[in-house]
């Protein structure tokens, strides 16, 4: 989340240096102000994406800038900070749109993630307005979540394809999101106003998938009183999504391509020949590649869908996403459940930031989904998490948990970037390395 660009408002200058400084550590570009009027003032001149704001200033209250931040500039995401803790004030803060009321003094660790969430939250409140507006951000963007560069690459990928009339293959293991994916390229496409149309081939009987996706005409066969139309024609102008297809019948694969070669279709019964105008997007977590070449998969058929190929990384592979995904899954959550968890205890998100998530993004929203279920607080704590994942804090002896060697690497690393700004030829240099294997390393910590 570099270069974003955070106020600090307060009438104690040695706290605005104090905030600035944890705060710039981490690239963000902090400006600093004594009074109210002098932030207002700047913000009118340039946009910042978070203040953060003390309650008493000589020359309003904190409220009063927060109300007419919210009511000028509703993206700005703005943190009250008071040294007088007040439930009554707290409310008032909050109703008026506060991301988060704190009371001084704040510890670097909690100012960090509270920042990152509003940084989080503000990013995807601009994106839905930009993409309503149209003013340039696609509509896909706030659907995707993460900050990698492997998702960067699959963010491109999907910008490039959404607005032609391809087929598209989405691979990657169980959980990676490829139906969210899916749909972003549906949305982000000439089709979004038409159907979206998902459908898993593993999920009916060989026999049952013809009639499911090209339907039947009445008296195809006993019990057909109507006639039903299939989801590809019900697709038409849309998208039709074909979920797991390495699991479609060989005899339905046949009838499929067909089916893209022609794009017309013939209903089970029926005489006459429909055409169909539908896109198709095709996932599988297995390497139909590799399928097709063993013969366990038509060789045609793969290179018919797979006229572009997006692969999702497994959520190991972008381990840096995991905070981003953890609080917006939180955010989901707690709306739905209709509780008030809005934050993750640093021990927590330490653990899940060191779980290699085997059922990748879809595990970590089952595990987020759980812990706002059974938090007894605001805030979700490593008791909350699955008993395995607890575990994870228990690797200790003398009850201080001890890093395993990858983990420290890890911190070093990181630690060897943020001192050269990111700056990967210094940073090898520190190393000893060369930039590639700098590189190699920082993709497989998760830190690319």
């Not at 803060?93 to 920042?115: C, D, N, R, S, W």
Request: some cysteine; charged content about 25%; glycine content about 8%.
């Amino acid at each position: 989340m570099s270069g974003v660009r955070i106020a600090v408002v307060d009438d104690e200058p040695i706290t605005c240096r104090e905030i600035a400084r944890i705060l710039t550590r981490q690239e963000h570009q902090v400006e600093t102000f004594l009074d109210g009027a002098s932030a207002l003032e700047r913000l009118s001149e340039a946009p910042f994406e978070v203040m953060i704001c003390d309650l008493r200033l000589p020359d309003m209250d904190g409220l009063h800038v927060l109300a007419e931040v919210k009511q000028r500039w509703p993206a700005v995401e703005v943190i009250i900070l008071t040294a007088y803790s007040s439930v009554d004030t707290a409310v008032e803060a909050i109703h008026l749109g506060a991301f988060h009321y704190v009371t001084k003094p704040i510890k670097g660790g909690q100012l960090q993630e509270l920042v990152g969430r509003a940084v989080h939250k503000a990013r995807l409140s601009s994106r839905r307005r930009a993409a309503q507006d149209g003013l340039g951000c696609h509509p896909f963007q706030s659907m995707i979540i993460g900050e990698s560069a492997a998702m960067r690459k699959v963010l491109a990928l999907i910008e490039k394809v959404a607005p032609l009339n391809c087929n598209v293959l989405l691979q990657g293991e169980s959980g990676t999101g490829k139906e969210m994916v899916a749909k972003a390229i549906h949305v982000g496409g000439p089709r979004r106003d038409n159907p979206f149309i998902p459908f898993h081939c593993g999920s009916f009987a060989d026999d049952l998938v013809p009639n499911e996706l090209f339907g039947h005409e009445k008296g195809a066969f006993t019990g057909a009183t109507e006639r039903k139309i299939g989801l590809l024609e019900a697709g038409h102008r849309g998208t039709v999504f074909l979920d797991e297809i390495a699991t479609m019948p060989a005899g339905m694969q046949v009838k499929l391509l067909r089916f893209i070669q022609e794009r017309s279709l013939l209903r089970l019964g029926g005489t006459e020949q429909v055409q169909v105008d539908v896109r198709l997007i095709a996932a599988s977590n297995k390497d139909l590649k590799v399928a097709s070449e063993a013969g366990a998969f038509r060789r045609d058929l793969y290179y018919r869908l797979n006229v572009v190929d997006i692969t999702l990384p497994p959520l190991r592979e972008r381990m840096g996403d995991v905070p981003i995904l953890a609080r917006h899954f939180l955010a989901e959550c707690s709306e739905a459940f209709g509780k008030h968890v809005d934050e993750i205890a640093p021990d927590t998100m330490s653990i899940l930031s060191h779980y290699p998530f085997p059922g990748n993004v879809r595990e970590l929203e089952n595990i987020i989904e759980r812990a706002v279920a059974l938090a007894d607080g605001p805030t979700i704590l490593p008791k909350d998490l699955p008993p395995d994942l607890q575990q994870l804090s228990i690797n200790s002896v003398g009850g201080q948990r001890w890093m395993t060697l990858a983990e420290k690497e890890r911190q070093y690393i990181q630690q060897v970037l943020v001192k050269t700004a990111f700056n990967r030829a210094e940073a090898a240099r520190v190393l000893s390395i060369s930039r590639t294997t700098l590189w190699r390393k920082m993709k497989q910590l998760g830190l690319a």
